[in-house]
Nanobody, 121 residues
């Protein structure tokens, strides 16, 4: 079965760039019609979609984060990545990667376990 696993540093200094990777096993990130998403949840806040990369390589960003976010995929390694620049303490959250059944869906059927990222000096 498909499994997702986030990796990256758990602590980032303010103004630096957060870098996370999601390794996918049991299935290819190029398989239609799936979309591979980054989602975060800050303490006491609603879950927030950050962006996604679709099986065909198209990338989508949350508009309010677009100028700080970069998502990419590496099909040779079957993984996708998130860069979030100029981080502030407000970017502290548990970051998840998750699969959706298509690029428009908010129905995520497979999740990684999540990784806590704290922005602090």
């Amino acid at each position: 079965q498909v499994q997702l696993q986030e990796s990256g540093p758990g602590r980032v200094s303010p103004s630096q760039t957060l870098s996370l990777t999601c390794a996918v096993s049991g299935g290819s990130i190029t398989t239609s019609p799936y979309a591979w998403n980054w989602i975060r949840q800050a303490p006491g806040k609603e879950r927030e979609w950050v962006g996604s990369v679709v099986h065909d390589g198209m990338i989508y960003y949350k508009p309010s984060l677009k100028n700080r976010t970069s998502i990419s995929s590496d099909t040779s390694k079957n993984q996708f990545s998130l860069l979030l620049s100029s981080v502030t303490p407000e970017d502290t959250a548990v970051y998840y990667c998750a699969r959706a059944n298509n690029r428009w869906s908010e129905d995520y059927d497979i999740w990684g376990p999540g990784i806590q990222v704290t922005v602090a000096s």
